[in-house]
């Protein structure tokens, strides 16, 4: 008889894909996760989450042990697939939360498949043919931002901030070379909007340089940074002796979908780099992580609009592509696939203009005497990552190949049609204002006000008269208590899941105005989800008298 170990061993080795042909257990293998999505389907219902709501239970987790024997597969898919309870349906025409769109089928396909051979992207000797996809969709993107692909490099990472720490890093080796062998040298700042991403403070904090030495500079009405602004900042930092690791343009930021003038803050670093006679030049990242997509209307006839979208609609996605069209300039830029490009977490893409700034950073190989055997291409030489997955650039992969330029300007069209028509709805409520009017993007931020307030004038007042702050304040009161009340209703299976952003903005005079968040990238969403949206924030807001 065999030792214990070995039986159990066979036993065991059914819970594993075979390395073999086995049409048998493959059947088996496909068997079980048909289970697990029968058991997730069964949890849908018109509600935009799965099951009943819940909260997670911290206590119980944390009691949780190791047991001592193996479980059967079956019991744990069951135990698998409770942990989906009282998710939000990403997809669902009533999830407005935020930028998270629902993966498509082909992208889902694009994690499993890497997801059952587990390659890693540190060296083709590892991945194999999955590099050739990463590099596939590095030469599709940098075409479509208006990079050449012959001369353009870039690296899936592990987020939006990831690409932006990339970035970053790339133009603090620029500013202080020799940086990544013997440390940082000087005072290095980055530059970048009040709209822009927190991600700039952990960056900078994460890489030495310290959040003290982001440098802030206001966003004007429109949430684009203010040039001037932005040049009296950098021409302060460059006379004061200090370096600029980075400018980062925000393109398309996460609550008001504010694009910076990215073609004007790139001829502004020019100047400035000519005039105090820089040994470097002044590293420009566009933080395109959410824009970036609405490069495939870069080439679209607005005139002839054969997609056929409303008037509104056209001149929203025209205006946010005249400032999109600009992202060849930068020296560096992040795009992040799980947030517009429908495919799931994680699949975060940084684009160099020049391949070989990826030289600044990379190690020498004689400090891996154990990687890099064989094969020709050896990312993990240059990326932060030593382990990096396939599922960001398969996923990514599966969605182009699916979706092309015309899917996504039909699934972002519709995004900013469905936009266009609840900012519509809102301008038709007296007691309603959008609050990134200005902004064309498929989120729309407002507010709701008491009935004895001019909604024409009151924006004017909560940002600039400093004596109407206690109604400033009792305004985001109401519409905190607005938000609770439909969030409360959509986590019991009605109303609209929408969201709430504490600070859209800050006051001239310090104080943060909070608004409500609609956020559509569901291609499910219509005309009835959006103005269910209406029906249920006016419900919660009472009477307001």
Same mark, same amino acid.
């Given at each position: ?23 048998? +257990? ?42 001592? &024997?193996? /479980?059967?597969?079956? =019991? ?13 349906? @990403? ?117 030495? #340089? ?10 004007? !009405?429109?949430?684009?940074? =203010?040039?001037?602004?932005? $040049?009296?900042?950098?021409? *302060? ?17 996460? =609550? ?10 790139? $001829?502004?670093? !020019? ?13 420009? +990242? ?7 997509? @609405? ?16 008037? %509104? ?22 795009? !992040? ?15 160099? /203009? ?8 990379? %190690? %020498? /190989?004689?400090?891996?005497?154990? #990687? ?32 092309? %330029? ?7 069209? +519709?995004?900013? *049609? ?35 307030? =001019? ?20 305004? &985001? ?33 310090? *104080? ?34």
């Amino acid at each position: 008889m065999d030792p214990k170990y070995q039986q159990l061993l066979t036993t065991l080795r059914t819970a594993f894909p075979q390395p073999v042909s086995d049409p048998v +257990h493959d059947s088996y293998v496909v068997f079980s996760i048909l289970r697990a999505l029968d058991q997730v389907d069964a949890m849908k219902s018109q509600a935009p989450i799965l099951g009943q709501p819940q909260s997670p239970d911290y206590a119980a987790a944390m009691a949780s042990r190791l047991d001592m &024997n193996s /479980r059967p597969l079956e =019991d744990v898919v069951r135990e698998l697939v409770r942990y989906l309870e009282g998710m939000f349906i @990403w997809g669902h025409p009533r999830s407005q939360l935020n930028v998270t769109p629902v993966p498509s089928v082909a992208s889902v396909i694009g994690v499993l498949l890497p997801a059952l051979f587990n390659p890693n992207m540190c060296s083709d000797e590892s991945a194999l043919k999955f590099s050739e996809a990463e590099a596939r969709v590095v030469a599709m993107a940098a075409d479509l931002v208006g990079y050449d692909p012959a001369e353009s490099g870039g690296v899936f990472t592990f987020g939006g901030t990831g690409t932006l720490l990339y970035g970053v890093k790339i133009g603090l080796e620029k500013a202080c070379p020799g940086a990544l062998q013997s440390g940082l040298c000087g005072d290095a700042v980055v530059l970048a909007s009040t709209s822009g991403h927190y991600a700039n403070y952990t960056v900078a904090a994460w890489l030495g #340089l310290g959040q003290d030495r982001v440098i802030s500079v206001p966003a004007d !009405d429109a949430n684009a940074i =203010d040039l001037a602004a932005l $040049e009296s900042k950098a021409r *302060e930092a460059l006379a004061g002796g200090r370096k600029i690791a980075a400018i980062v343009a925000t393109m398309g930021s996460t =609550d008001a979908f504010g694009i910076d003038d990215l073609s004007a803050i790139c $001829e502004m670093r !020019d100047r400035l780099v000519d005039e105090f006679k820089l040994p470097y030049r002044i590293h420009v +990242h566009a933080d395109a992580v959410i824009g970036w997509a @609405w490069s495939v209307f870069n080439d679209y006839d607005y005139a002839a609009n054969e997609l056929e979208f409303r008037g %509104r609609t056209v001149r929203a996605l025209a205006a946010a592509q005249h400032l999109i069209r600009h992202l060849g300039q930068a020296d560096s830029i992040g795009i !992040d696939f799980h947030k517009t490009g429908y495919v799931p977490y994680v699949s975060s893409l940084v684009l160099f /203009r020049r391949r070989e700034d990826l030289d600044l950073i990379t %190690r %020498r /190989r004689d400090t891996m005497p154990y #990687l890099f055997q064989s094969g020709e291409h050896h990312p993990g030489m240059f990326t932060l990552e030593t382990s990096r997955s396939a599922t960001g650039p398969m996923s990514a992969l599966a969605s182009l190949l699916l979706l092309g %330029r015309e899917g996504l300007r039909v699934l972002l069209g +519709h995004a900013v *049609e469905m936009s266009e028509v609840l900012r519509e709805m809102i301008e038709a409520q007296p007691r309603m204002s959008v609050m990134n009017r200005d902004n064309v993007g498929p989120v729309t931020l407002f507010r709701v006000y008491p009935k004895d307030v =001019d909604t024409f004038k009151v924006k004017q007042r909560e940002q600039h008269d400093k004596a109407y702050r206690e109604r400033l304040l009792a305004h &985001n009161e109401l519409n905190r208590q607005i938000y609770e009340r439909v969030h409360a209703e959509a986590l019991a299976g009605s109303g609209v899941a929408i969201s709430l952003t504490d600070c859209y903005r800050r006051t001239d005079y310090g *104080e943060p105005i909070n608004a409500l968040k609609s956020y559509v990238l569901s291609p499910f969403a219509d005309e009835g989800r959006m103005r269910s949206v209406l029906t249920h924030v006016l419900a919660a807001a009472g009477s307001g008298d």
